[in-house]
């Protein structure tokens, strides 16, 4: 018999009484390479001088040791903490079935990962477990747009006036949505609240998984949860760290189903294909990105010429770029061409203006490097993946912008295949991950 205890205020889970090879198995089983240059270390989320791991690892240790024939039992000693919220759900929010399937599932497995795809509603599956569960909970995002939107459909769902960490404020409320950049930077030990539940959003972000580790193995909630509409399919040790801190996926919705089911728009995929007169020298990848990508005038050309094409069709279109200096360029090639366009990013001081323009159909085409994850906005219909790059998760987030309903139930998704050689794999990559994601609904 295998002993694992959670302490109590704990994240971690403590080998208590196992045989020595077991300590030496689950090393093994949670290790992974990580590159660093020339060299492949290998780390492991198991620590042998305390004899822990993090507790959302815990599914998978399990299922592992029983495969090999181990009996395990586990010592949870941690208490449910919070207040309660006396919240009031706003009817005007009806759940769907498969909304309704993962609050179920989420309140019978009190930790994991629930896949729901872009625009099908992850806010309003977060706040129903909330709301059942009727307990205080702090929410964790990575962007001041998110921070917002969430407070607000708390309060607009809930009936709840939430509190706020993050952009320069520290104020508690029954239900806080926190920034990660400044949970780090000022600590949990800081909040004055007691949080029954903690809910990570876009946990799906490897690229800040060191950050949602740090955070999440220093809070100790029963009821840990994150939303993801794009999951991981590999294991890296930047997923492993993920399921770390909030379990495995419990759930998942395809897009393909909520396609046919019409709650997304049915996807229409365009190639804009265009001729490069000279072949690139570049032998980095950032000059080679600014020398095809940024600065090539026929790729632009035909980028612009694309976008005039929507906007004549009835689209609002969203340009996608990774680089302000080719957001901005692009805006200004819209508007000598008589098109109302403007360039949106973080740096924006009237980001918020341009937001509430593009919604009143004030302007026809946004070129930005924001909108890729937890902005929303239901006017857009069509989008131009401008900015290149190869990564799966990335582009299915930004053409998650234009999959809300329709009329007519269409949303035009247009990928640019480059010609250079690189730049041609990862243009490869890209619609493998939209075929993928997908699946028959995906029509090159």
């Known amino acids: 018999m295998i002993v694992f205890r959670i302490p109590e205020g704990s994240a971690k889970v403590k080998i208590e009484k196992a045989d020595p090879k077991v300590y030496f198995q689950i090393y093994d089983l949670l290790s992974y390479r990580k590159d660093y240059g020339r060299w492949n270390k290998a780390e492991s989320l198991y620590d042998p001088y305390t004899n822990t791991f993090p507790v959302g690892l815990l599914p998978r240790v399990k299922k592992f040791l029983n495969s090999k024939g181990y009996r395990v039992r586990i010592k949870d000693e941690r208490k449910i903490e919070g207040e309660k919220l006396n919240s009031t759900w706003n009817e005007k929010y009806k759940l769907r079935k498969y909304q309704m399937k993962?609050?179920?599932?989420a309140l019978k497995e009190k930790m994991g990962v629930l896949a729901l795809p872009v625009g099908s509603g992850k806010t309003i599956v977060g706040l129903r477990i909330i709301h059942e569960l009727d307990l205080s909970a702090l929410i964790i995002v990575h962007t001041k747009e998110l921070l917002y939107q969430w407070a607000q459909k708390i309060k607009e769902v809930l009936g709840i006036d939430p509190g706020i960490i993050g952009d320069n404020k520290w104020y508690e409320g029954p239900i806080t949505v926190a920034m990660i950049q400044t949970l780090l930077s000022r600590g949990t030990d800081k909040f004055e609240r007691k949080y029954a539940v903690v809910l990570f959003d876009e946990c799906h972000r490897t690229s800040a998984a060191e950050k949602f580790y740090e955070v999440g193995v220093n809070l100790p909630q029963v009821y840990r949860f994150g939303l993801s509409a794009t999951p991981w399919r590999r294991l890296r040790g930047e997923e492993m760290k993920i399921e770390g801190v909030v379990g495995p996926i419990i759930y998942e919705v395809k897009a393909e189903d909520l396609i046919r089911e019409g709650f997304l728009a049915k996807p229409k995929f365009e190639i804009i294909?265009?001729?490069?007169?000279?072949?690139?020298?570049?032998?980095?990848?950032?000059?080679?990105?600014?020398?095809?990508?940024?600065?090539?005038?026929?790729?632009?050309?035909?980028?612009?010429?694309?976008?005039?094409?929507?906007?004549?069709?009835?689209?609002?279109?969203?340009?996608?770029?990774?680089?302000?200096?080719?957001?901005?360029?692009?805006?200004?090639?819209?508007?000598e061409r008589g098109i109302k366009a403007e360039f949106l990013s973080s740096q924006s001081p009237n980001r918020w203006e341009i937001l509430e323009k593009y919604k009143k159909g004030e302007i026809q085409v946004l070129v930005s490097t924001l909108l890729k994850e937890g902005v929303d906005i239901p006017e857009i219909s069509a989008i131009i993946l401008a900015g290149g790059g190869k990564s799966d998760i990335m582009t299915i987030q930004t053409i998650g912008r234009a999959l809300r309903p329709k009329k007519g139930g269409e949303a035009v998704i247009v990928d640019i295949k480059d010609d250079d050689p690189l730049l041609f794999t990862h243009f490869l990559e890209r619609q493998k991950a939209l075929k993928q994601y997908y699946g028959r609904y995906y029509n090159l």
């Open 273 to 335: 294909e265009y001729q490069s007169h000279m072949p690139s020298l570049a032998d980095k990848y950032k000059e080679l990105y600014e020398e095809a990508i940024m600065e090539n005038e026929a790729r632009n050309k035909a980028i612009i010429e694309k976008a005039i094409e929507l906007v004549r069709r009835g689209h609002r279109v969203l340009i996608d770029v990774k680089r302000i200096d080719h957001g901005e360029m692009l805006a200004k090639m819209l508007k």
């Open 102 to 105: 993962a609050v179920k599932k």
